[in-house]
């Protein structure tokens, strides 16, 4: 086996996760190299996809999939490491240049959603577009339901193997949950391993019954602290709610409960006592994503007063030191009527206001000096 | 508008000026920073903390043309131009780039003594403790020792004031044989003080010119000793043609005139402050609520100091611009703003 090969041009129709009408790739980090087909049927058979999975076989790196390379050239665990481990080996019957059907489909759900999480953006949640509104915040168009996946899925589904399921919130969704039943009903999720991304609010009945006739679930749990910090990050979430629904899925053998948190200048300091959490009630934790947008929460805006608070562990994401954090906090404080400080005390340091005032200052100063 | 409301916003608008190369930037390399929320606050929070001479941009530098130092000439210019301080008469001058390297020669010469430094002058015990094993800090002048070395910067950083018995100090090193070098830095620009420098115990004086005139990118500070160090120390002057330099800048900047201007600037933002102004004509006296900003905090030095001021430079320097910003003459006080 070559060292430049992934199974994923090989199985998978992916998009972009956070974007409508993005045409397909093999997988979210794929970086097209043309313009693409628009269709699923038309990707799959395209000279681009064609061409990566040919050089992939010559043990060459497409360019498309310079993301992984790079990654690895750090001394990282790429994508394309981590789903080989798991999928090379299956599915090896599929490695030539034209396989007949994909086995994995990336299933977006669009951006609605039932929280307006802090550290989330304007087109990937519907709540949280709405808070940006409130706030004059600036934001894309949430985007929609893939409805081009999902009648892919109903057409072809006796040859899918998984799906991935993405928001927004995908069990918000009532064509999700429609499609889900489909795919009961024309017992097809008996073949089928979901991947599910959730915020874990609204595991009802009906979803546990739906979710217990696949194969197979790998249900994702967005956690980011433990009780008040999580539902200060999360605003409308319930902690009790959300580790009851945890409990209960764990139960099923054909469900896993996995916890994934985003690292943000909000959670930081608390994430120990996630890792902590996690550890005492037996979940693992996949590889946390790190916030990039909105920028001000990106964890390398934490207050230098706050930086030698830090875990060992996370000093890596502090990165340089600035400031804008506190702003964008006091901003969605005030539109949430909720206080950083009363949630997490550690925000309360000594210099917090005097920071707040001289960044009203800082701005106003740079609106001066424009004009001088 | 509260005074550190007012003067923090100053520091805001200075620190973010000076990163867009829109007011006059320091003579350090702290002084050079991005224009970036922590890189301006990070200069705001010690932009009255740092002493340093106003840029002023009508000061002329002569031309240096490398030629052969007089020390002799540099000496009796000297005499003359800093008559009302004290009498340097008796001491031969050299050119050395910093006080830094007078110091490190006094400790050099004396390797095998003790060096006492006052409790105050936390830069010189900061400094010279990396050169010398033997510093030490004394609180009472009974502490030195025999045959010892004593530092002392008059005034003294610490409070900008020289003591009283300042005399009784001399006469203990008289009678102990403990040699002394005095740094006149902060003389320059003190209004009221002079020193009798005519004692048996001192050996060495420090005159750096960079808290008086903004020269500390040249790197101009002279010493003057009683000792003969020997036939050939003309030849270690650090830099040729400065003599000639100091020399015409003497003759253009006379010491009271100068020293007289900035002091009408001192007042001028004393008064608009309501800030009792300092000794030396850079600095104002601070109460606490402006403790951010006093020079031993910004050193990180020894907090039980009773050094309350502040340094004025940079308002001074950017006046108008000030001016332009808060839409004020500065006629009234800051709490009309």
């Known amino acids: 086996m070559n060292d430049t090969l992934c199974i994923l041009p090989f199985i998978s129709l992916d998009r972009n996760a956070d974007s409508t009408n993005i045409p397909p790739a093999p997988c979210c980090l794929y970086q097209a190299q043309s313009k693409t087909a628009e269709t699923f049927e038309q990707y799959w058979h395209s000279d681009e996809i064609v061409s990566v999975r040919s050089q992939m076989l010559q043990g060459k790196q497409p360019k498309g999939c310079w993301k992984c390379f790079h990654e690895e050239s750090l001394g990282k665990t790429s994508m394309r490491q981590s789903v080989n481990s798991g999928r090379l080996d299956a599915h090896k019957t599929s490695l030539n240049t034209h396989p007949d059907h994909p086995v994995q489909v990336k299933m977006l759900a669009g951006a609605t959603c039932n929280l307006a999480c802090r550290m989330c953006v304007g087109h990937v949640s519907s709540k949280v577009n709405t808070v940006w509104q409130a706030i004059g915040r600036p934001s894309q168009d949430p985007y929609k339901y ?19 399921l993405m928001g927004g919130e995908p069990l918000y969704h009532k064509k999700l949950i429609a499609l889900l039943k489909f795919l009961v009903d024309s017992n097809n999720a008996n073949h089928i391993t979901l991947y599910l991304t959730t915020n874990g609010m609204l595991i009802k009945d009906e979803i546990k019954n739906l979710l217990l006739k696949f194969k197979k679930v790998v249900s994702i749990f967005s956690l980011d602290g433990v009780g008040v910090v999580h539902e200060y990050i999360r605003p409308g979430s319930e902690w009790q709610t959300i580790i009851d629904n945890m409990s209960t899925l ?14 943000s200048v909000l959670n930081i300091l608390r994430l120990p006592e996630l890792d902590q959490w996690c550890k005492d009630n037996n979940y693992h934790m ?38 804008p954090a506190l ?38 100063v740079q609106e001066f000096l424009n004009n001088e | ?72 000439k540099l000496g009796d210019a000297l005499s003359d131009w800093i008559v009302s301080k004290c009498n340097t008469q008796g001491f031969d001058w050299q050119v050395v780039n910093h006080t830094q390297r007078t110091l490190i020669e006094c400790v050099a010469r004396n390797y095998d003594k003790t060096v006492w430094i006052p409790a ?15 510093v030490r800090v004394y609180e009472s002048y009974d502490q030195i020792t025999k045959d010892s070395v004593l530092i002392i910067d008059l005034p003294t950083r610490g409070s900008l004031q020289i003591a009283q018995d300042i005399d009784q100090l001399f006469d203990i090193c008289d009678a102990k044989n403990v040699q002394v070098t005095l740094d006149f830095t902060f003389l320059l620009i003190s209004k009221s003080y002079s020193i009798n420098v005519d004692r048996e115990c001192v050996k060495c004086i420090n005159i750096g010119f960079s808290k008086l005139w903004p020269l500390v990118a040249h790197g101009y500070t002279i010493a003057g000793y009683k000792q003969d160090f020997g036939p050939h120390k003309d030849h270690y002057n650090l830099q040729k043609g400065v003599c000639n330099q100091l020399i015409q800048l ?6 009271q005139s100068y020293v007289k201007d900035l002091e009408n600037k001192q007042i001028k933002w004393c008064n608009f402050l309501d800030l009792e102004p300092g000794d030396c004509v850079l600095h104002a006296i601070a109460p606490a609520e402006l403790s951010l900003y006093w020079t031993h905090q910004y050193w990180n030095a020894n907090p039980q100091l009773e050094e309350k001021q502040i340094c004025l430079s940079t308002l001074f320097e950017n006046e108008d611009m000030i001016k332009r910003y808060f839409n004020i003459d500065l006629s009234g006080r800051f709490y009309d703003i």
């Open chain 2, 120 to 134: 105050e002058s936390y830069w010189q015990q900061d400094y010279l403790s990396a050169y010398h094993k033997d």
């Open chain 1, 146 to 164: 893939d409805q081009q996946a999902d009648q892919y899925i109903r057409n072809n589904a006796q040859h899918i193997a998984y799906i991935d």
């Open chain 1, 286 to 323: 996949t590889q946390k994503c790190l916030v990039h947008n909105p920028i001000e929460l990106h964890p390398k805006q934490l207050p230098i007063e706050l930086r030698e608070k830090v875990h060992s562990d996370y000093k890596k994401f502090l990165e340089t030191k600035t400031y």
């Open chain 2, 250 to 255: 003497m003759h253009t900047y006379p010491l």
């Open chain 1, 327 to 364: 702003g964008f906090i006091k901003q969605l404080d005030e539109h949430w009527g909720t206080n950083i400080k009363t949630a997490m005390p550690e925000w309360d340091f000594e210099t917090a206001d005097q920071l707040e005032n001289d960044l009203v200052t800082y701005e106003k």
């Open chain 1, 250 to 263: 764990r139960l099923f053998d054909n469900i896993d409960v996995l916890v994934q948190p985003t690292i």
């Open chain 2, 1 to 72: 508008m509260n005074r550190l409301e007012f003067l923090r916003e100053c520091a805001i608008l200075i620190s973010s000026a000076q990163s867009y190369g829109k007011a006059p930037k320091g003579e350090s390399v702290w002084s050079i920073f991005d224009p970036d929320f922590t890189g301006v606050l990070n200069f705001a929070n010690n932009i009255f903390a740092e002493t340093r001479s106003v840029l002023n941009k009508d000061f002329e530098v002569p031309p240096n043309n490398y030629t052969w130092n007089d020390n002799k």
